[in-house]
C-alpha cells in the first residue's frame, strides 16, 4: 500500500501525542450522551478498552433529541453521540452555534425504515386507499422519512423534498388519502397501533423490537453518507489528550466487531480503523 509523505506525517504525530497524552498520571474523564440504543450499548462495551488508554467514560443515555447538544454547548458533557451531521446543523442554527459543535468520529449508519403492525408488505400497504402514517417530527428526518416514502411511490411533491418541505406540502400517489402525522421520534413506536404505518428512525425501530431487514416494509438506500451516525465535541476541544483517545477507541475493530455480532447487518460501520 502506497502512503503518502503527508499520511506518514500525521500518523507519526498522532502516535507522539498519544504517547506523550498516555504518560498522564491520572484518566480522562468524558462525559457523553448516547441514544440508548445502539449507541449506549457500544459505549458500556468499549468501557474496558477505554481504561487501557486511560480514558474513563462517564454515559449517560437519553432519549429525547433536543437534550445532548444543548447539554454540550452548556460544557455538561463533553461529547454526544446520537444524531447524524444534518440535524447537527439545523440544531447548531436553532441555538446560533454554527462552527461551536463539530463532527468527531463518523461511527455508522442505521437505515430509516417503514413498520406496520396491520399490513406485512408494502403493496399491502399500497392497495389501501386510504392510509394514516406518522413521521418523525424534527426537520431533518421528516424530510429523511418523506423522501423515503416518495422513493416507495406512496406520495408525490411538486418540489424536490428538502429541509422546508412538510407534510403539508405532499399528497398521496395514484389519488391516495394520505395523512401524514409528525411526532416526536421516541413516540412513533407507539403510534403503530393507532396508525397505518410509521416511518422510524434505526434505532428506534430495533429498540421496539423490530429487525429492520426483516421487519420492515422498505428500508431507506443504505448508500446515505450524510445519515451517518457521528460522535460530536466542541470545536475548543478537538485537539486535547482526552478526545485523541477518544479517536482511537473508535477506531479499534471492537466497534466493527460490536455492531456485525448483535445487529447481523442492520447497522452498518462506518468508522474507519487505525491509518496504516
Known sequence: MKITWLRL??????????????????????????????HAELLYTLQGEAKTLGLKLKILPIDDYRIPNRLLLDKQI???????????????RRYGSLGKLVPFI???????GIYS???????????????????????????????????????????????????????????????????????LMGSLSDT????IPG???????????VDSLCLENLDMSKYTNIVVIRDEDLNTCAMLKLKKLFQ????KNFFDLKYQGNIITIVEENEK
Open 9 to 38: 506525517r500525521r500518523v507519526i504525530s498522532l502516535t507522539l501525542f498519544l504517547t506523550s497524552c498516555q504518560k498522564q498520571e491520572s484518566e480522562d474523564v468524558i462525559r457523553i450522551a448516547a441514544s440508548p440504543i445502539p
Open 203 to 213: 434505532h428506534f425501530a430495533i429498540a421496539g423490537g423490530f429487525s429492520p431487514k
Open 78 to 92: 463533553e461529547a454526544n453521540y446520537f444524531q447524524h451531521e444534518a440535524f447537527l446543523q439545523d440544531e447548531c
Open 117 to 187: 403492525k396491520k399490513f406485512s408488505s408494502l403493496q399491502e400497504l399500497k392497495n389501501k386507499r386510504k392510509i394514516t402514517i406518522t413521521i418523525p417530527v424534527d426537520c431533518t428526518n421528516a424530510q429523511r422519512a418523506l423522501q423515503l416514502l416518495e422513493e416507495c411511490q406512496l406520495i408525490i411533491s411538486k418540489q424536490p423534498i428538502d429541509l422546508n418541505t412538510t407534510s403539508r406540502d405532499v399528497c398521496g400517489k395514484d389519488n391516495r388519502n394520505i395523512t401524514i402525522v409528525e411526532v416526536a421520534a421516541p413516540l
Open 252 to 255: 479499534s475493530s471492537a466497534v
Open 196 to 199: 397505518d404505518a410509521a416511518v
Open 106 to 112: 463518523k461511527v455508522h449508519l442505521e437505515p430509516m
